[in-house]
């Protein structure tokens, strides 16, 4: 059985980039069994009702500006899967969960940035999924967590974000020096996700330190995919940090893994 995971996507400029990070996913993916397909939910595919991608080819979405030009000349030409999608589908219908199918999007760069690192040959179909961040976080596992039993057939859950996330106080000419406040909510995090903690993690927006900087109120789709990634390992509940860094003085770069 697979993990499903929770893999901050961070800047765009991660996708040229030779750091830590990157170099921490790049050996993820030789280290991780092939999986059969991924399916993956993204911070920057927001929608109100579920989203089910079936998709033949993907197209590449640029959805960003003002970086270095060569971003703009990346492609991750991933297929798609319709069985997987057609099983998915099944999975939220016995689970009374409302869903969509989308047939034209690309791979927005919370997808394609990540799936470069780990599966750099484009070469493993990807089902992408949206995100509600209109939904409470408890809905957001129970989506997750419908689709658990895919990771019994080899199928790979992500969810892409970050787990702090706050573009108005990012500090590009970056030091190395992390803010306190980030840390501390992080390590909270860290904290109620190791013991599994739901009824703490559904709350974090009150009970965590900092949660209004970490995830601005206008900002919550890029932390909610971690309820949806650990959700999906509701039949198997452990979560491991698997790397967490810094950029930007706040920027999370984390990756957790949920089951075994």
Not at 21 to 47: C, D, M
Not at 158 to 168: R, Y
Request: charged share 15%; aromatic share 12%.
């Amino acid at each position: 059985m697979l993990p499903s995971f929770f893999i901050a996507h961070g800047s765009p400029m991660l996708a040229i980039e030779n750091n830590d990070y990157t170099q921490f996913l790049n050996q993820l993916g030789k280290e991780l069994p092939r999986p059969k397909a991924i399916v993956l939910f993204s911070a920057h595919w927001e929608s109100r009702v579920q989203q089910v991608s079936r998709v033949d080819q993907y197209s590449t979405i640029y959805d960003f500006g003002g970086f270095d030009p060569s971003l703009y000349t990346i492609q991750y030409p991933a297929r798609g899967s319709n069985e997987i999608a057609g099983e998915i589908e099944d999975l939220f219908t016995q689970n009374g969960i409302s869903y969509e199918n989308e047939t034209t999007r690309g791979l927005d760069h919370g997808a394609w940035v990540v799936l470069r690192m780990v599966y750099p040959n484009a070469d493993i179909p990807v089902i992408a999924m949206s995100v509600n961040p209109a939904l409470t976080p408890e809905e957001q596992y129970k989506i997750g967590a419908a689709l658990s039993v895919l990771r019994e057939k080899d199928v790979l859950i992500i969810g892409s974000g970050g787990t702090v996330h706050n573009l108005g106080a990012l500090k590009w000419a970056d030091n190395g020096t992390t803010d306190t406040w980030a840390l501390e909510f992080d390590d909270w995090l860290a904290v109620n996700l190791q013991n599994w903690n739901l009824q703490s993690l559904f709350n974090y927006n009150t009970l965590a330190p900092n949660a209004s900087l970490a995830v601005p109120p206008y900002g919550n789709e890029h932390f909610i995919p971690i309820f949806y990634a650990m959700g999906a390992a509701d039949n198997q509940p452990k979560a491991t940090l698997l790397h967490r860094s810094f950029r930007y003085g706040n920027l999370s770069h984390s990756v957790w893994q949920f089951g075994q």
